[in-house]
């Protein structure tokens, strides 16, 4: 599969689990799923905002590898471990997205590796049409 490019991103959980920070393959990126860690260090204990900021931060970074930002993500996904942390983590997501408008999915869960994490995100990025959409599709 020489058209398939991945990135580690450091985090100890990549070598414990065996996966990749993010994949290439076409001109689809998929970003793992994304904790509010940057390396041993958790940002925003109990903050799901700032949860929500640093974990997206992180999976952004991943697809800046790729030469993407955020306007190239086409789907996201967000585990939230309280229905109660909707509204902030719907905030943050908002910041980042609005312009974008991506496809989104929202999940309840019932924990994650660490206990402290309280929310999760994947990306999805497509880095084919430069306007956001795929070629062929209808505008």
């Known amino acids: ?4 490019r991945r990135v580690q991103s450091g985090s100890p959980w990549e070598d414990t689990i065996g996966f990749a ?26 903050a799901p905002y700032e949860q929500a900021k640093v974990a997206f931060a992180n999976a952004l970074d991943a697809l800046a590898e790729f030469g993407l930002g955020a306007e190239s993500v086409i ?4 585990y939230l471990t309280h229905a109660r942390d ?7 997501h908002k910041e980042l997205f609005d312009a974008v408008r991506p496809a989104a999915t929202l999940v309840i869960v019932t924990g994650f590796v660490d206990p402290r ?6 990306v ?3 880095r084919g049409a430069q306007d956001g959409a795929p070629e062929g599709a209808p505008s």
């Open 1 to 4: 599969m020489s058209d398939v």
């Open 124 to 126: 999805d990025a497509y």
């Open 75 to 78: 789907r996201t996904r967000m």
């Open 117 to 122: 994490v309280l929310v999760e995100v994947e």
């Open 21 to 46: 920070r993010a994949v290439a393959v076409g001109d689809h990126v998929h970003v793992s799923g994304t904790t509010p860690f940057k390396g041993t260090v958790l940002y925003g204990e109990g």
């Open 86 to 92: 909707i509204d902030e983590v719907s905030r943050a």
